[in-house]
Nanobody, 124 residues
């Protein structure tokens, strides 16, 4: 059984920064790609950042490229998302998710394990 727990969300002003963290249970964390996926009210889920099993290859959606940084620590079973220059349109629930393979996917339905999510609200 895989459990993913996110932390670090909150309320921040536009232009500010936040760091989200995800802690995973289980001994196979390092074998799988991971992602941060967000969902804003009335919008579809969006993979905003993803990382392959080793951390050596990353993906960013155009909406966050240059502002967000994804990283993982396989020794600690953790993943993080550093978010800077936040905009009101970044407001969403952010989920930590695990792929079923060592390489990442760019579509949300391809991820098989999800955390409960953490709310990020950016005020203007």
């Amino acid at each position: 059984q895989v459990e993913l727990v996110e932390s670090g969300g909150g309320l921040v002003q536009a232009g500010g920064s936040l760091v989200l963290s995800c802690t995973a249970s289980g001994r196979t964390f390092s074998s799988y790609a991971m992602a941060w996926i967000r969902q804003a009210p009335g919008k579809e889920r969006e993979v905003v950042a993803a990382v392959n099993w080793s951390g050596g290859t990353t993906y960013y959606s155009d909406s966050v490229k240059g502002r967000f940084t994804i990283s993982r620590d396989n020794a600690k079973n953790t993943m993080s998302l550093q978010m800077s220059s936040l905009k009101p349109e970044d407001t969403a629930i952010y989920y930590c998710a695990r792929a079923g393979s060592s390489v990442y996917y760019t579509e949300a339905p391809d991820y098989d394990y999800w955390g409960q999510g953490t709310q990020v609200t950016v005020s203007s």
